[in-house]
């Protein structure tokens, strides 16, 4: 299990931008692929974004986020960031980030099996 923490979720009117941030442990956050994920009450855990290890920095986007959300990573900081713009009420979730410590992002993008706590994201005017 790796111990992954978010922050930077919140409450943001529809059009609005957040940015997400999840710490990694060490050295994992260049040398495997992180993503994010999210899950709606009710609703099903929906993978949202990935990057792959540093060997191609790949990225890889659900569709209805795809244009509007950017994923990525600082390997200074052991930190990976999800930028969310043009926020709607649908996106609201907790959001995860999550590894299964590969080096690249798994077909479904929400096959991982470390998660962090989550961060609330609440799209409301």
């Known amino acids: 299990q790796v111990h992954l923490v978010e922050s930077g979720g919140g409450l943001v009117q529809p059009g609005g931008s957040l940015t997400l941030s999840c710490v990694v442990p060490?050295?994992?956050?260049?040398?495997?692929?992180i993503g994010w994920i999210r899950q709606a009450p009710g609703q099903e855990r929906e993978g949202v974004a990935c990057i792959n290890s540093k060997r191609n920095d790949e990225t890889y986007y659900e569709d209805s986020v795809k244009g509007r959300f950017t994923i990525s990573r600082d390997n200074v900081k052991n930190t990976v960031y999800l930028q969310m713009n043009s926020l709607k009420p649908e996106d609201t979730a907790v959001y995860y980030c999550?590894?299964?410590?590969?080096?690249?992002?798994?077909?479904?993008?929400?096959?991982?099996?470390?998660w962090g706590q989550g961060t609330q994201v609440t799209v409301s005017s």
């Open positions: 999550a590894t299964d410590l590969a080096s690249w992002c798994p077909q479904a993008l929400d096959n991982f099996n470390s």
């Open positions: 060490g050295k994992l956050v260049a040398n495997h692929a």
